[in-house]
């Protein structure tokens, strides 16, 4: 999950602290999130792919997605506060309707030198 390129782009991991880096200062907890919600069509052939077993591609996909989204916005919320790296970075979701899951990133973000 980390990025080893700090002058490019934001490092995330799920550890407390960044290996052979040193935390210069605290920002706090950011977090980023999305709802989505199943698209009838996938959500017809993922009735289909049940009854006969098997992965579930579409919603694997759609899982992706949103998780991808959370993370992009936890990264811009860090990067707005100053940090170049966010910490202990989890993942949680939640049916929040009918058909519509929460994804939750969230992190503590930090500058590292």
């Known amino acids: 999950m980390a990025n080893l390129n700090l002058r490019d782009e934001m490092m995330l991991t799920n550890l407390y602290e960044v290996p052979g880096r040193r935390i210069v200062e605290h920002f706090g907890l950011v977090h980023g999130g999305t709802v989505r919600a199943k698209h ?4 017809l052939f993922a009735g289909l792919q049940n009854a006969v077993g098997g992965e579930l591609k579409a ?3 759609l899982m992706e997605e949103a998780r991808a989204e959370a993370i992009s916005r936890m990264q811009a919320q860090a990067k707005e506060l100053g940090a170049n790296a966010v910490v ?5 979701s ?3 309707a009918s058909g519509a899951v929460e994804i939750l990133a969230y992190g503590t973000a930090v500058r590292v030198e």
């Open 59 to 61: 919603y694997t996909e």
């Open 94 to 96: 939640a049916g929040v």
């Open 40 to 43: 009838f069509g996938r959500d």
């Open 88 to 92: 202990g970075v989890y993942f949680t």
